[in-house]
């Protein structure tokens, strides 16, 4: 009969042969890392114990050619994510994957509230289907559990190429995401009475007597742009001068009033100031060319004549000329201008995306809505479109088969 081949990293049958009294020795033929047929042999005064002194040198052996200086089955998971999570971190910066320095920050944040504190002192090795399956039922909240997983599911692949997990442990757990759990935008459908609402209350700030320099247009405008566009609160931060075009053609003979979505704010990781970010979330998948609606177009005529230049080139800019924080943005809106406002007690430029997503969905899809928002229709169905508890009207079609009965 032919030898089976062994597969790398797999060891053969183990054979122990008794040497003499009280002296037994173990061996096993095993294929390396690098494809290499090898025998190891051990001793040991019983067969139990010659076997398990082989299994031990043939761990250290096929785990040293695993880790190659990185992480190996036996390395802390503790360890192994911080250097998951450097790597990633490099890549970010040298343009390579997906993610951006800033998402990264983010998943350094979930490890290290919610996977290093419980998992880090266990072993690569120690990461079991079973074991998972509890840490989800037991130690992560149900409003966290798709970070986590998904911070998880990033690393857990990692491991499995860097030969220290020779599967995903996650591949065949359930989703343990709680049905009735809702994302943060979603918290609450803003009406068009809302919209009036919140202008009426900035307005009433900007015209109220104060001292001092005169109330900047900036927080009305953007509350105007953002409803107008559905675009992300940074994207709106990031559009400059050169991004507005009043005259695009977006058909032969027809021209309407764009501005070009190609970028976000973000804080540098290096510097710890604001910059504009190229591209827009997801490495620019979202970049986007919107037409924009009349009062939105008048706004921007208004600010491009109105605003002074400045070195960004931005649109929306401080005093200063740099660009604006959005933390700022949302602090001041709701510490100082909203304040003792019915609106101030909910409101955040960030729930106007999802109300004006949900108007394009209402009126042309779903598919419409996510191309105005730069998402797939997966996520902006889930995350940002609101759905409607109003049925169709059928009740005329339904009488008319019915009322004979």
């Not at 597969?7 to 122990?16: D, F, S």
């Not at 992560?140 to 998904?150: G, L």
């Amino acid at each position: 009969m032919a030898r089976t081949s062994l597969y790398p990293g797999e060891i053969g049958k183990i054979t122990a042969t008794q040497l003499g009294p009280g002296r037994w020795e173990a061996g096993a033929v095993y294929r390396d890392h690098a494809g290499v047929r090898a025998r190891c042999r051990k001793k040991g005064r019983t067969a139990a114990a010659a076997r398990q002194a082989l299994m031990d040198e043939l761990r250290e052996r096929l785990e040293a050619e695993t880790s190659a200086g990185e992480v190996g089955p036996s390395t802390s998971v503790r360890l192994a994510i911080e250097t998951y999570l450097e790597r990633r971190l490099e890549d970010a910066r040298n343009g390579v994957g997906r993610a951006n320095p800033r998402s990264i920050k983010i998943y350094r944040s979930v490890a290290t509230n919610w996977i290093v504190p419980i998992l880090g002192e266990l072993q690569v090795r120690h990461l079991t289907p079973g074991r998972l399956d509890g840490y989800f039922r037991r130690d992560v909240p149900p409003s966290r559990y798709p970070d986590v997983r998904k911070v998880l599911h990033g690393f857990l692949g990692w491991l499995v190429v860097q030969g220290a997990l020779r599967t995903d442990p996650l591949a065949n757990i359930q989703s343990y995401q709680r049905k009735d759990v809702q994302r943060r935008s979603k918290d609450r459908e803003v009406t068009a009475s809302d919209l009036t609402a919140v202008l009426e209350a900035i307005e009433a700030w900007m015209t109220a007597e104060r001292p001092g320099p005169r109330p900047s247009t900036v927080y009305r405008d953007l509350v105007l742009f953002i409803a107008g566009t559905a675009c992300r609160p940074g994207e709106a931060l990031a559009v400059r001068h050169e991004d507005v075009d009043f005259a695009y053609p977006v058909e032969p003979g027809v021209t309407r009033p764009v501005v070009h979505i190609t970028g976000t704010v973000v804080v540098d990781d290096a510097t710890g100031k604001l910059t504009r970010q190229p591209h827009t979330k997801g490495s620019g998948a979202g970049d986007r060319t919107l037409v924009v609606p009349s009062f939105v177009a008048s706004m921007l005529r208004e600010r491009l004549m109105a605003a002074p230049p400045n070195e960004n080139d931005a649109v929306f800019a401080t005093r200063t000329g740099n660009w604006m924080s959005l933390n700022n943005i949302n602090t001041r809106l709701r510490d100082r201008i909203l304040k003792d406002t019915e609106v101030g007690t909910w409101f955040e430029l960030r729930l106007l995306r999802s109300a004006t997503g949900t108007v394009v969905a209402n009126a042309a899809g779903a598919e419409a809505a996510a191309a105005q928002m730069g998402n797939t229709r997966e996520i902006a169905e889930s995350h940002y479109i609101h759905k409607s508890r109003l049925a169709p009207d059928h009740s005329a079609h339904i009488e008319a088969v019915w009322a004979r009965t």
